[in-house]
């Protein structure tokens, strides 16, 4: 298995920074080699608009056409709350530290 790529994020992510982070996310996922995924540490992150989210499934769908995944750390209202009402929690892979995104699932035996 490959090495994850850990993109941390933090302030603002909206319309004036959306291109920003879609900029880091495409280096990350071209960087990263499959089956490994891209993990977006969004726990210093204060605002999470619509560009933003957009960003986030763009690249995830990037990711799974590579043969990897996007997951999302995410343990602020800021962040979970748009992802809790948008029904994207499960869509994103969303985890609560960047420990557990790392951690591989358990295959049952």
């Known amino acids: 298995m490959g090495v994850s790529i850990l993109v941390r994020v ?3 992510v909206d319309c004036t920074t ?4 879609a900029e880091c996310l495409t280096q990350a996922v071209a960087a990263v080699i499959p089956p490994a995924p891209v993990v977006v540490d969004l726990s210093g992150v204060r ?14 769908d990037l990711c799974l056409r590579h043969g990897s995944a996007l ?11 748009p992802l809790q009402a948008l029904e994207l929690m499960s869509v ?8 557990d995104a790392l951690t591989p699932p358990e295959v049952p035996a």
Not at 18 to 21: I, K, P, Q, T
Not at 71 to 81: D, F, H, S
Request: glycine share 18%; charged share 10%.
């Open 71 to 81: 997951i999302v750390v995410a343990n602020t209202a800021a962040v979970l709350r």
């Open 92 to 99: 994103l892979g969303v985890r609560s530290s960047v420990l």
């Open 18 to 21: 959306a291109g920003e982070l």
């Open 47 to 60: 605002f999470l608009g619509a560009q933003g989210i957009g960003v986030l499934l763009d690249h995830q």
């Open 10 to 12: 933090g302030g603002e």
